[in-house]
C-alpha cells in the first residue's frame, strides 16, 4: 500500500494520470497515445492467445488437463450462450465472444493489482506516470465499442447478403420514401447500443480503480481489511462486467440475423 508523503489530492490525481505520448498539438489532446493502456492491452492479450493456442494444439483425448479441462468448460459455457442466441452453432461468433470474454476479463483483472505496484515499477524505470487497469481508459472501452459496431456491420452483411442488408436500411422501418430517416434510425440505434456497453463497462471498472487508491489512503492496519473485503466483491464486479460485454455482444449480432440458414 501507499506510504506516499503527497497529500490525498496529488496521491490521487498522480495515480489518475496515464503515461502519454503526443502525436500532434496540445498534450492531452485528441492526437495523444495512452501508453500504458496500450502496451497492457497488447500483453494482455497476448497472455490470452498464447496459453489458449499451446492448449488447443496439445489438446488430449486421453489424459486432458486441468488448464484444457477449465478451457472447455469455459467454451462449453459460451457456446451454450450463442446456440441460445442463434437456435444453431456459429462458430465463429463463439470465438469472438471467447475472445471478448476472456480479454475484458484480464484487462478488469488489473483492478485487483496493489495500486502501488505497477507504478512503482514504471517509476524505477523512469515512467513518471502509469495506469495499470486499461479498461478504467474510456478510450480503450470505447475502442472495443467500435470494434463492436463494424463486427455488427460484418454479420448483418455474412447472414443475409449485402443487398439484403442495403435493403432493410434503406426501408425500414418507415419505407423507402424515408431513406434518409431510415438510414439515422439505423445507425443511431447500432452506435447506441455497444457504447452504451463501453460506458458501462468504463464507469464499473473506473469506480472500482477510485476505491481501491481511496482505501490505500486509509490507515495501514485499515487497508488489508478494506482491501480484502473490496477486493471479493470487485472480482465478482469484474468478472461479471466481461460476461456483460461477451453476452450482449452476442445479443447484438443476433438481432442483425433474420435468415434460418446455417453459416
Not at 435493403?167 to 452504451?196: C, M, Q, T, W
Not at 477510485?210 to 471479493?232: E, K, R, V
Request: proline content about 5%.
Amino acid at each position: 500500500m501507499s506510504s506516499s508523503p503527497n497529500t490525498a489530492t496529488e496521491y490521487i490525481q498522480h495515480h489518475l494520470k496515464h503515461f502519454t505520448v503526443t502525436i500532434y498539438g496540445e498534450p492531452g489532446g485528441f492526437w495523444s497515445l495512452n501508453i500504458d493502456s496500450i502496451v497492457l492491452s497488447i500483453a494482455l492479450g497476448v497472455l490470452f492467445i498464447v496459453p489458449f493456442s499451446y492448449c488447443a494444439r496439445a489438446i488430449s483425448v486421453k489424459k486432458p488437463g486441468r488448464f484444457q479441462l477449465a478451457l472447455e468448460m469455459l467454451v462449453e459455457f459460451i457456446e451454450s450462450q450463442v446456440q441460445d442466441t442463434f437456435s444453431q452453432r456459429v462458430n465463429s461468433v463463439a470465438a469472438l465472444a471467447l475472445t471478448v470474454f476472456v480479454w475484458v476479463f484480464l484487462m478488469n483483472f488489473m483492478d485487483l493489482i496493489p495500486v502501488d505496484l505497477l507504478p512503482v515499477i514504471a517509476s524505477n524505470l523512469g515512467i513518471h506516470y502509469f495506469r495499470p487497469v486499461p479498461t478504467a481508459d474510456l478510450n480503450v472501452t470505447l475502442g472495443l465499442a467500435v470494434f463492436v459496431f463494424f463486427a455488427i456491420y460484418f454479420y448483418a452483411i455474412k447472414f443475409n447478403g449485402f443487398f439484403n442488408w442495403i435493403k432493410e436500411v434503406a426501408s425500414e422501418p418507415f419505407g423507402i420514401y424515408l431513406l434518409p430517416v431510415n438510414v439515422l434510425k439505423h445507425l443511431i440505434a447500432d452506435l447506441a447500443r455497444p457504447i452504451s456497453l463501453s460506458l458501462r463497462l468504463f464507469g464499473n471498472i473506473y469506480a472500482g480503480e477510485i476505491i481501491f487508491i481511496l482505501i490505500a489512503l486509509t490507515p495501514a492496519y485499515m487497508q488489508w481489511l478494506l482491501a480484502g473485503a473490496w477486493l471479493s466483491l470487485h472480482l465478482f464486479v469484474i468478472t461479471i462486467q466481461a460476461f456483460i460485454f461477451m453476452i450482449l455482444t452476442i445479443v447484438y449480432i443476433g438481432l442483425v440475423k433474420h435468415t434460418g440458414e446455417d453459416h
